[in-house]
């Protein structure tokens, strides 16, 4: 898997949140962390309410 941003190699690592344990991609060379939440969140359309953006539920 290469770093969509720099194209950089990517290695899966484990993460700890509190009592959340995930594991997700990331990027040797930058630092970019992507995990699956980020990556559904990016395919999910944002709408506008007032002058706010927000996601699409
Ligand atoms: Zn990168």
Redesign the pocket.
């Known amino acids: 898997m290469h ?1 969509p ?2 194209k ?1 190699f990517m290695v899966s690592e484990r993460f700890t949140d509190f009592s959340l344990v995930f594991y997700a991609w990331r ?1 040797i ?2 630092g ?1 962390i992507i995990d699956t939440t980020i990556l559904q969140n990016k395919k999910r359309p944002l709408i506008m309410i007032g002058d706010l953006c927000a996601l699409k539920v």
Do not use: D, V, Y
Request: proline letters at 0%.
């Open positions: 770093c941003k720099c950089g990027c060379n930058c970019t």
